[in-house]
């Protein structure tokens, strides 16, 4: 009777693994605020940052430099990460449209083997007259599940970057057929009141009271400034199953030296669709 017991369990056991497995579509998605990401980037650095993402399956990168060398930078980026095992592709933004702020691009880079690209990816030209770096838009399916992330980086935190956020409660409208993930630099915090009218629409942010830009320099053993990076995502839509951030700078002698691949720290979201 215990034998027959135990190979039920067992058979239970594998059943409800498989069933949780093929149920629910498992994606690693990592974004980062790679500071001034352009020609100023050595080979040497692109390998070390290409090494730290090389276990996620989407990459959606901020602060492209928007002349020469910003294209270029993610192209290397794409074909170092290709070295090291999985099949890669990227896309890139035009410039954005700011004038009266810093021009950049962005960008994403994916696992071919496990995402698939649904049509083109856009910035957002709703409001642009009222964001400086109007977010990008790319929509990716995985086992017949989609969803769309949207890539952003904020104006600094001396300019108010609520002042533009705020109009991130119009987004889920402007879509109401794509399920929204947003993710990036937004300068300010996730308890800011201005994602208030998101959380009422159900999103939740990734990280709370997590600070992910770097200090000049460590102070009482501390290297993390303020709390800008996160991502927000719908939680009738999406189901969270861990997430984090990537302590790059620890390989690093100091501060100044990590500082050189950025002043920011990458953010990962592991998640499933329904």
């Known amino acids: ?15 409800l693994l498989f069933y949780s497995t093929t149920l629910f579509s ?26 730290t993402l090389k276990n996620y399956d989407i990459i959606a990168i901020q602060e492209v430099v928007a002349g020469y060398g910003g294209a270029q ?22 410039p ?5 702020y810093k021009t950049e691009r962005y960008a994403f880079i994916w696992k071919t083997a496990n995402l698939k690209k649904i049509g083109r990816a856009w910035l957002e030209k709703k409001y642009h007259l009222e964001i400086d770096r109007e977010p990008f838009y790319c929509t990716f399916e995985y086992k017949k599940n989609k969803f769309t992330v949207v890539n952003f980086h904020a104006i600094t935190k001396s300019r108010q970057p609520e002042t533009e956020i705020k109009y991130f409660k119009f ?4 879509y109401p057929n794509l399920n929204l993930i947003f993710a990036g630099d937004f300068n300010c915090p996730q308890s800011h009141t201005v994602f ?25 053993g501390k290297y993390l400034a303020s709390e800008f990076d996160n991502m927000f995502y719908n939680t009738s839509k999406i189901n969270s199953i861990s997430k984090g951030i990537i302590s790059f700078y620890n390989n690093f002698n100091s501060l100044k030296e990590a500082r050189v691949i950025s002043d920011h720290i990458p953010i990962w979201f592991e998640f499933s669709l329904n």
């Open 26 to 51: 498992q994606v690693k998605l990592v974004s980062w605020n790679i500071q001034n990401f352009g020609k100023s980037k050595s080979e040497v650095e692109i390998s070390f940052i290409a090494n």
């Open 196 to 220: 208030i009218p998101l959380r009422k629409m159900g999103y939740q942010s990734i990280l709370v009271n997590q600070k992910t830009s770097l200090k000049q320099e460590e102070k009482n």
């Open 171 to 174: 987004l889920p409208g402007e």
């Open 73 to 94: 930078a993610v192209a290397k980026l794409a074909d170092e990460l290709n070295r090291k095992g999985s099949k890669w592709d990227y896309v890139i933004s035009d």
């Open 1 to 15: 009777m215990k034998s027959l017991l135990n190979k039920f369990n067992r058979i239970t056991f594998l059943f």
């Open 96 to 100: 954005t449209s700011s004038s009266a």
